[in-house]
């Protein structure tokens, strides 16, 4: 399947593996992706995980990135990891905004866009979260919850710095429940990010911008979620802890 923009395919493990688990995981995905390369393919393993990570996938077709991080370069902050940590130990792409991270640790818009400013001014790549809750779409509310988070999430960017970023679409009542929004509810989302983003830096930056979907993606829905338009790639929990159902997913085989 020819896509316009070139999809990345990415791995969100969560809080799950512990580095023994990881090394076993990657001593069978890296071959069942060996040779790869006309996609991105990224893993987003804990923190501790991460070092060990990056020196096992020196070389390969696989990039490990972070599922979080704070926005300022050092301080008094217990518990947080700054970008310059991260860039220290070769990792240049960060999720930021995951509905887990907005809903049960509470991040808000504007921490969001420090974390997203931040992560631009040290010249790494954000995979920017957003998505509704259930209660959000079923009052209509789902074009006016992503345009808003659109708007503050990028607030104060340059055009050349959206440029630099990956959007993931996550509807909230999808991830980690194993319902799928529909095809049309997908290309929707994803049109109406296009459109804003197209609003807010001009044509060319919308037109380049990847823009991933997320929300029980599995092998068996794959295929059809990345033949839409406005779907660039996929941003993958439950299914992308077993290295033969990522690797499907990479591959966008469904069966
Ligand atoms: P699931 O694929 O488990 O629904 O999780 C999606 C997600 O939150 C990826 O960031």
């Known amino acids: 399947m020819e896509k ?3 999809p990345l395919l990415a791995a969100n493990w969560k809080m799950y593996k512990t580095l023994s688990e ?3 995981y990657l ?3 890296l071959g069942l992706v060996a040779g790869i390369d006309d996609r991105d393919i990224m893993l987003a393993p804990n923190y501790t995980c ?3 990570m990056v020196e096992l996938l020196n070389g390969s077709n696989v990039k490990a990135a972070a599922q979080n991080m704070f926005y300022q370069d050092e301080g008094a902050f217990t518990g947080e990891v700054s970008p310059g940590m991260l860039l220290d130990i070769g990792i240049d792409i960060v999720i930021i905004g995951h509905s887990e991270r907005r809903h049960i640790f509470h991040e808000d818009d504007e921490l969001i866009n ?3 400013s931040s992560a631009i001014s040290h010249g790494m790549t954000p995979v920017f979260c957003i998505g509704e809750t259930l209660d959000e779409r079923e009052a209509g509310e789902t074009s006016h919850v992503l345009e808003n988070q659109i708007r503050l999430g990028l607030k104060g960017l340059k055009n050349i710095d959206i440029h630099k970023i990956v959007i993931a679409y996550e ?3 999808a991830i980690g429940t194993g319902k799928t929004a529909s095809l049309e509810q997908i290309q929707e989302a994803h049109r109406l990010v296009r459109d804003r983003v197209r609003e807010l830096a001009g044509e060319d930056i919308a037109e380049n911008l990847r823009i991933l979907y997320g ?3 599995k092998p068996a829905n794959v295929k059809d979620i990345m033949s839409l338009d406005d779907v660039d790639g996929a941003l993958v929990g439950g299914a992308s802890l077993e290295p033969e159902s990522f690797a499907r997913i990479v591959r966008f085989e469904d069966n």
């Open 171 to 173: 509807p909230v009542w």
């Open 4 to 6: 316009k923009r070139r």
């Open 22 to 24: 990881m090394e076993k």
């Open 114 to 116: 420090k974390k997203i």
């Open 27 to 29: 001593s069978s995905f």
């Open 50 to 52: 991460l070092n060990r």
């Open 215 to 217: 929300g029980s993606v």
